[in-house]
């Protein structure tokens, strides 16, 4: 039987598989949001950047993530859009 994640355990996953400048996780324990900024994103597309995600995530995105939001940006996307509100903020 999987465990509850926490942004905390969350934060930790993506952060051993994907060098991160900026990495916020929030969330219900259900329903997750996720802000991750790596240089490693840049010429990629969406999908690409969401894919070195999963990947970092591994198993827990089939065992224990059933729902992640993710905003995927280099640093100077994040710079060029100004203030970023928190990963849960709408």
């Not at 509850?4 to 598989?17: F, H, V």
């Not at 324990?29 to 900024?37: E, I, K, Q, S, Y």
């Not at 995105?61 to 709408?90: D, F, K, Y």
């Amino acid at each position: 039987m999987s465990t509850m994640p926490t942004p905390e355990s969350i934060r930790a996953a993506i952060a051993q598989g994907l060098d991160c400048e900026r990495l916020e996780v929030d969330g219900d324990g259900h329903h997750w949001n996720a802000l991750v900024v790596s240089r490693r994103f840049a010429g990629l597309a969406r999908i690409e950047r969401h894919r070195l995600v999963y990947a970092a995530l591994g198993d827990r995105m089939r065992q224990e993530i059933h729902a992640l939001s993710m905003r995927t940006v280099t640093p100077e996307e994040l710079a060029a859009a100004g203030p970023a509100p928190a990963a849960g903020s709408r």
